[in-house]
């Protein structure tokens, strides 16, 4: 009988985890699988514990080779695999048990190529969000794709996914070696498939290690690592470059959130920056015209000590954000006839490194925190009070105007203001006669010259604020705010 699903494991020098994972892997709730257990040339337990589990569960595949790395294993995984359905895990990895069959589930009822889900990360057996997966699947999507849900371009990993089989051969999809094989892989097959079905669900619980010969922890700061990265990185750009260009912005973007991270955590630690130096402004090169110039300021200034080799200000700067890590940076303005936002970060206010100030320009990156903390109804009319600040500007708002919308209508309040930031404002419900059921509370602040907009949200709720008008409400009750 042909298995509905082939989950492709390799595994080299895992024996601490290997048993977690396929005794995962056995508990599925979908019966109608098979795993096909790669030995890439291990030299520890782990091979004896794949071969319990292949004695004692006619599901449960081994083949062996000499050891090649991940992509060399998993492709000859496939060789073998059998099922209608390909799926991936790595042997110090968990997948909870009812991943494969929701995925499958969905593949079926929308004839998608392939599905993928939320992943965890398991650390120190607790699991938290995995942060690059993170803003990826907040919540269900069935039949679309990475050009019109530009956010999969975050999800760079093949092990949270099932694949339909002849999408996978149709495609042409093939590990290459090296140590981040998945990348390549990942994203040529969200661009080449003709749709993809996003669940909202944890599919995936990702590891992380500390200890071990082949942790990636350990490795990811070494040279030959991150030029092994950059090969990955340069491989999805030109595929991109060639089938997607849409979303080589958004891919720029991620490498500088997260890929450089490795770099500047190698510089930190180095003794001899000079190789890594080399490599760091290759990465750089390698990216769009447009990539660093919209960056985050701070990580804008990260770049151009990196690029300068000004490896000492580079460690400064890492110590600096690391401090402020909850509190966030301040920024702060400069200049009179025309107004500047920078971020108040080391070096900004030293001339000697000849820094540009288009380096620390932050003004993007301020937005509008308004929030609605009351309102109730007084006899006469609705009060309502809140709150208003420019996020990361310790400064008091010099104007601001409130008004009510609907959409179509806008309703200008008189606003009085306590403190630095609040508001007080109130309205007759009969000036809203005429317009929608359910208005929104909108603001406009003005300081130094920066003006921003911006809905007000509930204090308590934390969505946006929203004022139904009595004698409007679908259930025929006046609902009181």
Known sequence: MIPLLSVIVPFHNVEPYITECLKSLAAQSLDDLEVVLVDDGSLDG???????????????????????????????????????????ADADDVVPPEAYER???????????????AVGRLVDGVLEESTLHEKVFRRPVLCT?????????????????????????????????????????????????????????????????????????????????????????????????????????GFDALVLEKDILFLFQALERCEEPGPLLDLARAWVAELGPGAVAAAPSLRRLELHLMT?????????????????????????????????????????????????????DARDELKLLA????????????RVRGELAVHRVDRRIDRMNLWLSDGRRKV??????????????????????????????QAR??????????????????????FTVPGWSRTGMDIPQ
Request: charged share 30%; proline share 4%; net charge positive.
């Open 46 to 88: 782990a091979r004896r514990v794949a071969e319990d589990f292949a004695a004692a569960d006619p599901r449960f595949v081994l083949v062996t080779q000499r050891n090649q790395g991940p992509g060399p294993a998993r492709n000859a995984g496939i060789r073998v695999a059998r099922g209608t359905y390909l799926a991936f």
């Open 145 to 249: 794709h990475i050009t019109d849900k530009q956010v999969l371009v975050r999800d760079r990993t093949v092990w949270n996914k099932v694949y339909r089989r002849d999408f996978w051969e149709r495609a042409g999809l093939t590990f290459p070696a090296g140590i981040y094989e998945d990348v390549p892989v990942a994203m040529q097959a969200h661009v080449l498939a003709g749709s993809v079905d996003m669940l909202g669900e944890v599919v995936y619980h990702w590891r992380r290690r500390e200890e071990g010969e082949d942790s990636i922890t350990q490795r990811r700061n070494e040279l030959s690592n991150l030029n092994e990265r950059l090969a990955a990185i340069r491989s999805v750009r030109v595929f991109l470059d060639e089938r997607a260009p849409e979303l080589l912005d």
């Open 445 to 466: 602040t003005e300081t130094r010259g920066l003006v921003l907009k911006g809905w007000c949200r509930d204090g308590e709720a934390g969505g946006t604020w929203r």
């Open 308 to 360: 300068r080799g000004l490896v000492a200000e580079l460690r400064k700067v890492r110590d600096f954000r690391r401090a402020r890590a909850e509190s966030g940076t301040r920024v702060v303005p400069r200049g009179w006839r025309t107004t500047g936002w920078y971020g108040d970060y080391p070096f900004f206010r030293d001339r000697r490194l000849r820094i540009p100030d288009e380096v620390f």
């Open 103 to 117: 995925m499958i589930g969905k593949l079926a009822e929308t004839g998608s190529d392939l599905a993928c889900g």
């Open 371 to 382: 929030r609605v903390d009351s309102c109730a109804w007084t006899g006469a009319e609705y």
């Open 412 to 441: 200008p309040l008189e606003v009085s203001r306590t403190g630095r930031g609040g508001f007080v404002t109130a309205f007759d419900p009969a000036r809203l006669a005429g317009g929608g059921p359910t208005w929104r509370l």
